[in-house]
């Protein structure tokens, strides 16, 4: 459990208030090596102690306020991580639509290669993308492979 999660981190419901004892082993040679108690607070991974009476302080030390401020971390952090993965999906929504309508195909109308970056530099930043734009040749193209898989898609 300690290995995936941090001390104000959500482990369960909110409902959850107990005291988790657990073995300790080497893990070498697997040898006991003590007993440790994971303290959980309303959903919230309070900390550890190394004794029962240790971890019964550590639950009675922490008031209302404290938890406030824990809920108020995680809820900023969700908020986060599903502001990045609307990012994400828009990316790729918007990547679709570019290679579905073939929009790299279509010539740009006797513009410069300057004009052409500035004017994708300016649509990836108008959807809040931050990426370097630079023009390359279609035979030249090295990354990940999208454009071969497009092409033998459409033969």
Known sequence: ML???????CVG?????????DELYCDNC???TGIV???VDRGILLGTAGTLDEARKLMDSLDM??????YHKLYERYLKECKEKHMYLRFLKNLREWYGEKLYEKPPNGLSEAV?????????EDR????GVRMIEMEKERGSGLVKKLRERRE
């Open 13 to 21: 419901h909110a409902e959850d208030v107990r005291i988790i004892k």
């Open 65 to 70: 306020e404290h938890f406030v401020l824990f």
């Open 128 to 131: 809040r993308y931050e990426f």
């Open 116 to 124: 052409v970056v500035v004017a994708v530099k300016k649509w990836l």
């Open 30 to 32: 697997r040898k006991f």
């Open 37 to 39: 108690y994971i303290v």
């Open 3 to 9: 290995e995936n999660y941090h001390i104000g981190d």
